[in-house]
């Protein structure tokens, strides 16, 4: 089977292939939130999704190395977009409906949330670009994250998340929400408004245990 990721357009239309399952609705709980838990199988699926989201290198706006499960996704409610910084419109504009959706949240979901921006583009957007990119939009870096890096290596994680394109001016604009610790994982659509990223957003938050 041809991989689907080189038919999405900014339109979003295609699939987003996740550990252990293809996405066929809007969610999936990849080892489902409501199992019964123990140290061997937290391990355990933890280790799967290491090695379905990779732990490659990536490097962040302040040109701080991480790995992309370990220091990024790990443990996190996370909500995942892809940009480039020489995009004109499309990017700055999600910037500023993810700004929106943020200030809708309650300090205590809000805290919770950490913004994923990664490159599509990554032999341009030096990690320079990328702070620059943030200084324009005035986004809170407290809980957003633009990741750079190795072209392969971006490449390589994009392709994982389903939303590879050749052409970078091709990109979607089709985000990804998860909750590593209960492993469900959703897609955003690129059409629903900040109050209703925001609700999804809120329910990640809350299925969390404890």
């Known amino acids: 089977m041809k991989k689907l990721s080189n038919l999405i357009t900014v339109l ?60 990024v996704l790990k443990d996190r409610v996370v909500l995942i977009s892809f940009i480039f910084t020489n995009c004109e419109f499309a990017c700055p504009m999600q910037a500023q409906k993810l700004k929106q959706t943020r200030a809708m949240m ?47 290596n971006l490449e390589t994680i994009v392709r994982k998340l389903g939303q590879y394109t050749p052409d970078v001016e091709a990109h979607t604009t089709l985000m990804l929400a998860g909750n590593d610790r209960t492993r469900h994982w959703t897609r955003v659509m690129p059409m629903l408004k900040p109050a209703g990223i925001a609700q999804q957003m809120r329910a990640l938050v809350e299925e969390t245990p404890g």
Not at 19 to 36: E, T, Y
Request: net charge negative.
């Open 106 to 152: 309650v300090p205590a979901i809000k805290d919770e949330v950490w913004y994923v921006s990664l490159s599509v583009d990554p032999e341009r957007d030096t990690p320079e670009a990328m702070k620059k990119f943030a200084k324009r939009q005035d986004v809170d870096e407290s809980r957003w994250i633009f990741l750079t890096g190795d072209k392969q």
């Open 12 to 71: 979003c239309l295609g699939l987003v292939l996740l550990p252990h399952a293809a996405l066929s609705k809007d969610n999936v709980s990849v080892s489902g939130a409501a199992a019964v838990s123990s140290p061997t199988s937290d391990a355990a699926a933890e280790e799967k999704a290491r090695k379905y989201f990779t732990d490659l290198e990536v490097i962040d706006q302040n040109g701080k190395k991480l790995r992309f499960y370990s220091d």
